[in-house]
């Protein structure tokens, strides 16, 4: 009877954040920081504009070690093909072959990362504001743990291989697919390929649509987007596969941290936030 409870429109009532989450009921700074509250708009525009400047600026300011990001993506190569799953340049000019699918993949490539994740971000902040705050801090941690993959293992896209033979889709087309083509290839590291944050973040999207949306169109389309992104980094020679596994274990450390801060998968925190009943007066003394 102690669990404050919050009614959703739909009649439903979810119970408030559970004890592992608030700590001693939310007593103390520590309690306060891991409890979910309601987020501010103004702070979380601000904390994303922030946090994506400073990410982008750590990972374009991370040497560009070309000689050893050539070295690893013909290690990774050699590799891919020892095991027999070299599929990346066979995509690459399959692909490449159709103008239209080309085309509309490198802007894929280079819009959707963007619109998607923001657009996630938007949906959770004001339909699910209870879950937001963690969904969020899973986002951030593996988009954080990624700058630690650009600095200790530089690694050169397929395109930029030497003898490699891929199509740099970008390029041949004139179209700007890609921050690290092109007249935008000064602007970002064009050597910081492992992991794929093109996997990390559109696996975050899908796994969030997947588990929180209502509609079963709407979860398939959330469990294709990933699959999607993987085919487009692939077939515009921007990744090897491998780097999308790299994502992927980005992904599952932004988990874990959150589980571990929360007490709580994301999704499985109550969709609301909780506003604590207040005591009728009087009741501390009957009690």
């Not at 996630?120 to 593996?142: E, I, K, N, Q, S």
Request: glycine content about 8%.
């Amino acid at each position: 009877m102690s669990d404050s409870t919050v009614t959703e429109p739909e009649g439903r009532e979810e119970v408030a954040v559970p004890q592992a989450v608030t700590g001693e009921d939310g007593r103390g700074p520590l309690g306060r920081l891991r409890r979910p509250r309601r987020p501010r708009l103004w702070f979380e525009i601000l904390l994303i504009a922030v946090s994506y400047w400073t990410y982008s600026l750590i990972r374009n300011a991370v040497p560009e070690q070309r000689a050893a990001a050539l070295r690893n993506a013909d290690w990774i190569w050699r590799a891919e093909h020892a095991l027999g799953v070299g599929v990346e340049q066979s995509v690459n000019h399959a692909v490449n072959s159709v103008n239209w699918l080309i085309i509309g993949m490198n802007y894929y490539y280079a819009t959707l990362h963007f619109v998607m994740t923001l657009g996630v971000l938007v949906w959770l902040y004001r339909w699910h504001p209870g879950r937001y705050a963690a969904t969020r801090l899973v986002l951030f941690a593996t988009t954080g743990v990624a700058l630690l993959g650009y600095y200790l293992y530089p690694l050169a896209p397929p395109r930029l291989m030497n003898g490699g033979h891929f199509v740099d889709t970008v390029t041949v087309h004139h179209t700007w697919g890609s921050m690290a083509s092109g007249d935008l290839k000064h602007m970002s590291n064009q050597y910081a390929a492992m992991p794929s944050m093109h996997i990390g973040w559109s696996l975050w999207c899908g796994l969030t649509i997947f588990a929180l949306a209502s509609v079963p169109w709407a979860r398939v389309l959330g469990l294709l987007y990933p699959a999607a992104t993987l085919a487009v980094i692939v077939a515009t020679a921007n990744h090897f596969w491998l780097d999308a596994v790299g994502g992927v274990l980005c992904l599952g450390f932004g988990f874990v941290l959150a589980r571990a801060w929360y007490g709580s998968l994301p999704y499985a925190l109550p969709r609301l936030v909780a506003v604590p009943a207040a005591r009728p007066l009087g009741s501390a003394q009957s009690a």
